[in-house]
């Protein structure tokens, strides 16, 4: 209604400007009758408020003239439950957000106008209040600056006491919804890079400064979970586990980023004290669970789970301090020689990174010192008990399934030389990307260098491993990966006689694997899956250190394939692709290892070929599909039983063009005699054709369920809207009408399939060149 008054007049100009105004301040109460019509208002004011900040200095002086930041103030208080709060929150973070001259938001901030919003008793409690308020925060917080922040805190003396705009906003720091979080972190980091020294002080201070503590302890409870899934009493499905894995593993990196993004604000206070909670909530115990290999301890996280934690806070926060509080720690145990040079190292600037971990364990120890099982341990440097972790004694490892112990060793080499695998690898994978951290000081970077990492029992220990775990492929891609980056450490190239004799049998192993699946149900599909496998092995080798995600590991010790058993056709292809990989990656080992050059020099022959006979025409029968029309030709008369059809009179051939084979069935046209039209095709590998010892008319058939470029099995063979008519899933039975035509069917079935396979086996061949086992067996292991 009073806007139809008003429409003849520029809705931007003073005039109406003010007229909207004063419509405002009329208001006397806000309650559900009125509701629509202050929101229209407050709509207006708002578009002609960024308006006039543009463009019309006169608009902005009328709206500091009328105070209409206090009119926003005045309708919150005179609000009567008519939900008035979330709009009015809305409109204020659209004009802030939209408000450019300094001036404008000196204005607004000025006169505890943001504050008496910001400390006003709104009510939370449902409703979709709080995404509002915190916008509004956050909308408020992207104005601040040197010159605006004094608006907005409370200061007595020189210090301040209080502020608004922080204090509120972490109230919902701990809020479920992603939104919500995000904005109070962008919050957050606004007020850090714009803050002095005053605002610092205040930051780094109980209460608010608990925040940065709660943010640690939030990720310790993110890593409990982690293990939790990691090490799943109840054998919860490997994939469901995985993908809980991922969540989980997402959410800390988001959280391990931020605090990242805090440190970078470069304020020795706020860095000082992010660093000092993550050593002492999660640094600090992630290193006695470490080492304290006790079922019985207070740290619920696994030495799986703190290897993973210590690797990632190295790769997204890293820094001279979190990097060598952490060698220094892992490595001390090392050997009285390490201890005693690093001290003498200490006369150069070198550090006694472990002081602050000593101190930690003897306060841990001491408050948990009735304990009966407690183990007590030399005491090195006056520390007491705290040789529990730290001393030289060799560290007893839980026992493993397949062995008696782990091998016993000190520190960090407990784990280097585990007998456990996925220990074995996320270890190393710390210890390499110490290796090439430049926070690192020059002395422990040289004993990880030149001391740790070119122990050549490492890579005999990781030839070993890969050796009693070469039926699983991905694992050895990652021990491969490992391999490679510990090698240029070493002196040698695995040149000596055990290693290199070890790998040889290895090498030989794998070819005998794949020689195998030649005659398997899936040799078919071995040239192209050793494109793919050869492209996916060559890029997890290429990984950087810093680019591995640590996650890797647990992931490994989730998913250790499980077998299928039987002769299913699922099991089947796990069978070949695990061959494949594992050929491969040990291909490409012998390559980095044993060759003088490198990886990307020898590219091998992956091209599709071109035709066998170099000729475009193919028969039809080689090119038909479900439905075409072909000839019937020399195919075999003979029955089959359709589950829902009864009996049918059908044609058979099998026919093998290249790597594809397959066996067509079909019915004669109802008009061409001579024509036939395909009802059902299965490929010619796996069918394993075999005469019925009782009935010598009959001929078995397996048919493979799974279809490897889904992932499923197959929902029948023909179209699937006519699966009524497809033969029973798996195994199909040909009738003929004599012996003689049953064994001629047979004969030119295991034909046409020897045919294929020998082409498979050139294919294999012209691709793997001189690494090829087909064409020339005598060079294997060469």
């Known amino acids: 209604m009073w806007r139809s008054l008003w429409r003849s007049i520029d809705r931007f100009s003073l005039q109406y400007f003010k007229y909207i105004i004063n419509e405002l301040r009329g208001i006397k109460v806000v309650d559900r009758s009125n509701r629509e019509l202050v929101i229209d208002i407050l709509q207006s004011i708002v578009e002609i408020v960024t308006y006039g900040d543009r463009h019309d200095p006169l608009i902005f002086e009328c709206f500091m003239e009328y105070q209409v930041m206090a009119e926003f103030v005045r309708i919150l208080k005179i609000n009567k439950n008519s939900r008035i709060e979330a709009p009015l929150l809305q409109y204020l973070s659209i004009m802030i957000q939209n408000l450019d001259s300094e001036q404008a938001i000196y204005y607004c901030f000025s006169n505890d106008f943001i504050n008496n919003i910001i400390t006003y008793q709104f009510k939370f409690d449902g409703g979709d209040l709080a995404p509002y308020y915190v916008s509004f925060l956050r909308a408020v917080s992207s104005k601040i600056n040197r010159d605006t922040l004094c608006l907005l805190v409370r200061v007595e003396g020189d210090s301040v006491i209080s502020f608004p705009l922080y204090s509120e906003a972490l109230k919902f720091a701990c809020r479920g919804e992603k939104m919500i979080q995000t904005a109070v972190r962008a919050l957050t980091l606004n ?96 290193l006695v669970a470490l080492f304290q290999i006790k079922e019985n301890n207070d740290f619920s996280y696994s030495p799986l789970t703190s290897l993973y934690l210590l690797n990632h806070l190295l790769r997204v926060i890293g820094g001279s301090s979190l990097s060598n509080h952490i060698c220094g720690i892992i490595l001390d145990p090392y050997g009285e020689s390490t201890i005693t040079e690093r001290n003498q190292g200490d006369k150069s600037g070198v550090r006694n990174y472990d002081d602050s971990f000593l101190t930690y364990v003897s306060e841990l120890e001491s408050s948990s010192s009735s304990c009966s099982d407690s183990v007590e341990a030399e005491n090195i440097n006056g520390h007491g008990n705290v040789g529990l972790v730290t001393s030289q004694k060799h560290v007893d490892l839980p026992e493993d399934e397949s062995n008696n112990v782990l091998t016993k ?194 590219t091998l022959d992956f091209e599709s070929p071109k035709s066998e006979s170099g ?106 809207k006519k699966s009524n008519n497809a033969a029973p899933e798996g195994r199909w039975t040909l009738g003929f009408s004599n012996v003689e035509a049953c064994n001629a069917a047979w004969s030119l079935i295991l034909e046409e399939t020897i045919k294929q396979r020998q082409f498979v086996e050139r294919e294999i061949a012209r691709m793997l060149g001189r690494y090829s086992f087909v064409d020339n067996p005598d060079t294997q292991g060469q």
């Open 191 to 286: 007020i850090y890079n714009v803050s002095d020294g005053m605002v610092y002080q205040f930051l780094a201070n109980p209460p608010v400064s608990s925040y940065f503590s709660d943010l640690v302890l939030s990720l310790k409870d993110q890593c409990n979970r982690v293990d939790s899934i990691v090490h799943d009493k109840e054998k919860t499905d490997s994939s469901a586990r995985k993908q809980k894995l991922n969540l989980e593993t997402e959410k800390l990196l988001d959280d391990l980023y931020y605090l990242k993004d805090i440190i970078c604000t470069r304020d020795s206070i706020l860095e000082r004290l992010v660093i000092q909670n993550l050593l002492k909530f999660l640094v600090f115990p992630a």
């Open 409 to 602: 060793r000190r520190g960090i080499l407990a784990y280097v030389f585990s007998d456990n695998p996925i220990l074995l690898l996320a270890s190393l994978s710390l210890l390499l990307i110490l290796a090439e951290s430049k926070d690192l000081d020059d002395f422990l970077g040289r004993i990880i260098q030149t001391t740790v990492l070119s122990d050549i029992k490492i890579a005999d220990s990781l030839l070993k491993v890969l050796a009693n775990h070469i039926h699983l492929p991905m694992l050895c891609w990652q021990i491969g990966w490992v391999l490679q980056k510990v090698l240029p450490f070493q002196e040698t190239k695995l040149g000596y006689s055990n290693s290199h004799s070890l790998f040889n049998t290895l090498y030989v192993q794998t070819q005998d694997h794949l020689q195998k699946e030649l005659s398997g149900r899936w040799f078919d599909y071995m040239p192209d899956s050793l494109r793919k496998e050869w492209a996916n092995c060559k890029r997890v080798l290429e990984e950087s250190v810093r680019g591995k995600d640590p996650v890797f590991a647990l992931e490994l010790h989730i998913c250790h394939e499980s077998k299928d058993g039987g002769e299913s056709s699922l099991a089947a292809w796990r069978r070949m692709t695990d061959a494949v990989k594992a050929f491969v990656i040990l291909l490409q080992i012998k390559l980095l290892l044993f060759e003088e050059d490198s990886l990307d020099m020898h």
């Open 615 to 720: 000729q475009a025409h193919v028969s039809d029968h080689s090119s038909a599909s479900f439905g075409s029309e072909v000839a019937l030709g020399s195919s075999f008369p003979c029955k089959i039983a359709f589950s829902n059809a009864g009996i049918r009179d059908i044609y058979v051939v099998p026919v093998a063009t290249g790597t594809s084979g397959k066996l067509l069935l079909m019915e004669k046209h109802p008009f061409r005699g001579q024509r036939g039209i395909v009802i059902a095709m299965a490929p010619l590998p796996g069918l394993a054709p075999e005469i019925d010892k009782d009935h010598p008319t009959w001929l078995h058939l397996q048919i493979r369920e799974f279809d490897p470029r889904f992932g499923v099995r197959k929902p029948g063979n023909g179209d699937a």
